[in-house]
């Protein structure tokens, strides 16, 4: 097999896996309005469906990073995509709230053992010219999962009329997946890493220098805390991803809620109107990172083109019922067309302090994130009951310009590799 053959196959298993991962764990966004009315939970109860997962996944990203450092980042890909799949086929025969609540913590856990190696893979398998494009590949994902989780469940639901058939089939595509991991994924081999070398030799006068590949086998826990705290541009990657996360898990999770109570739209439908936002992320997100790498700055290509997106985030308890689609297809093209941008700044920053452990701070950005899901989901929790449904999105805008503010302090990632 070629190597142009290789790299292709080995994206498209990161694609496919990162997709089950989103997939999975968007599966309570359409269930939700059903498990509230089957176990008469409150919105806080709802709440805490959408951050136990979250909170597990951010306990299980550090561990993860560094052990996929160390011994395989392709590993933990194949690891993490089996234990989401089994856990969310064994969520379709709970009977309680808690035991549901345990294996969504379960599905934390899988999809933290993932997401960082699989952002890393890319970064490992693509030199930084062309990276921005196969951030944007990847970037789909965080649209294609929960769209598709959205539109299988109101596929679902529309048929069977319960939410366990959502969680049911689920297995298929994950038994699929970790047959091509095992096939096809694997961390570059001496001759890859050659190649990709050669690629960035090539790149490097134009671009700046980017991350070598090597893992951190070596590299001392000492190194690893020091590099995770020492550096000023990683706390500020780890607050921008808390404020994104919290307001995106606001909007994934409730936004169907919000529609049946709040507006009295079918369950159904308002599952279909949640989609617009995603609809138009699956077209925008190649194009943005690609438009990312020509554009240079992708600090102010993510800050300028956010911006609106959560402007609408803020008018969405006010937006007539007929007009909320088509106003969520105008923040997707915002929101996802930056997303391949973020993606690569994220990888870039972590590669200038240290290349090997670009898994490990990936990952701890991540548990930022998460932690900012999990604020995000229990403040919203929090409001929805007490100031109505409605309110919680005057916050995930507020949360949103946080955001933008912080990717001020972000460094150009274009500059020279600084040192551990």
């Not at 999809?111 to 062309?130: E, G, I, Q, S, Y």
């Not at 999962?145 to 058939?165: E, M, N, R, V, Y």
């Not at 950005?365 to 919680?392: E, H, N, P, T």
Request: contains cysteine; glycine residues 10%.
């Amino acid at each position: 097999m070629n190597f142009k053959t290789k790299r292709i196959l080995v994206l498209l298993v990161i694609v496919l896996a990162y997709w089950i991962s989103f997939f999975n764990r968007s599966l309570t966004t359409p269930t939700l309005p059903l498990l509230i009315k089957d176990w008469g939970m409150t919105m806080a109860g709802a709440g805490a469906i959408a951050s136990i997962m979250l909170f597990t996944y951010s306990l299980g990203h550090i561990p993860f990073g560094i052990l996929a450092d160390k011994f395989g980042r392709s590993k933990f890909m194949l690891l993490g995509t089996a234990v989401v799949g089994v856990a969310n086929f064994l969520m379709s025969l709970t009977t309680s709230f808690s035991s549901f609540l345990g294996l969504r913590a379960f599905v934390g856990l899988g999809a933290a053992a993932n997401h960082a190696p699989l952002m890393a893979m890319v970064t490992d398998w693509f030199p930084a010219k062309r990276r921005g494009l196969a951030m944007g590949v990847l970037a789909i994902v965080s649209t294609a999962g929960p769209l598709t989780a959205l539109l299988w469940g109101q596929f679902a639901i529309g048929k069977w009329g319960g939410w366990q058939p959502v969680y049911a089939y689920t297995i298929v595509p994950a038994v699929v997946i970790v047959v091509l991991a095992l096939l096809f994924a694997k961390d570059p081999n001496a001759e890859d890493k050659k190649r990709i070398h050669e690629e960035e030799l090539q790149d490097e006068k134009e671009y700046g220098v980017s991350p070598k590949i090597e893992q951190s086998h070596h590299v001392p826990w000492t190194t690893i805390l020091k590099t995770s705290i020492a550096h000023k541009e990683l706390w500020v990657l780890y607050i921008s991803w808390f404020f994104i996360m919290s307001e995106f898990t606001i909007l994934l999770h409730f936004l169907p809620t919000m529609l049946v109570k709040l507006r009295g739209v079918p369950v159904t439908d308002a599952i279909f109107m949640t989609t617009g936002w995603l609809w138009t992320g699956l077209v925008v997100s190649i194009l943005g990172g690609w438009l990312s790498d020509r554009f240079k700055s992708r600090k102010w290509f993510t800050f300028f083109g956010v911006i609106p997106a959560h402007i609408i985030v803020m008018a969405i308890p006010f937006i007539p019922v007929s007009m909320i689609f088509p106003m969520l297809c105008v923040m997707g093209v915002f929101w996802f067309g930056t997303s391949g941008a973020y993606y690569t700044l994220s990888a870039d920053v972590c590669g200038r302090a240290n290349p090997a452990l670009m898994a490990t701070l990936l990952g701890i950005s991540i548990v930022f994130a998460d932690l900012g899901g999990v604020f995000g989901a229990q403040i919203s929790g929090y409001l929805g009951d007490k100031l109505g449904v409605g309110s919680m999105f005057w916050v995930a805008g507020i949360i949103g310009i946080l955001f933008c503010l912080s990717l001020l302090f972000l460094p150009e990632t274009a500059k020279k590799s600084a040192k551990a």
